[in-house]
Nanobody, 120 residues
Framework: VQLVESGGTLVQPGASLRLSCAASGATLAWYGVAWFRQGPDKEREGIASIHYSDGSTEYADSVKGRFTISRDSAKNTMYLQMSSLKPDDTAVYYC??????????????WGQGTQVTVSS
């Protein structure tokens, strides 16, 4: 199983950005998936997830209303649409598969990470 993120870049505060995570070797739609991030000198935190059983979504308070997680079964790809980006959103963003909730140890598969920097 391999997860490959893309889309990270440098953006200005207030901008929007979409991250992608393409899966191979497994079908994303069968698993719980999530996005995590790790900022400078911070622990990895879960920010958005899709539950494996009913497809319900969950968001961390820090991103609720600004970020949206989704997945495209036909492309076997998941996305994180981010809007109203703030400097505090600067982090390496990771996609994860095979778990649930926001506990990193619950997930079996991880992408390599993509850097998002929000700065003027």
């Amino acid at each position: 199983v391999q997860l490959v993120e893309s889309g990270g870049t440098l953006v200005q505060p207030g901008a929007s950005l979409r991250l992608s995570c393409a899966a191979s070797g497994a079908t994303l739609a069968w698993y719980g998936v999530a996005w995590f991030r790790q900022g400078p000198d911070k622990e990895r935190e879960g920010i958005a997830s899709i539950h494996y059983s009913d497809g319900s979504t969950e968001y961390a308070d820090s991103v609720k209303g600004r970020f949206t997680i989704s997945r495209d079964s036909a492309k076997n790809t998941m996305y994180l649409q981010m809007s109203s980006l703030k400097p505090d959103d600067t982090a390496v963003y990771y996609c994860a598969m095979g778990g649930y909730g926001f506990e990193p140890d619950a997930y079996n598969y991880w992408g390599q990470g993509t850097q998002v920097t929000v700065s003027s």
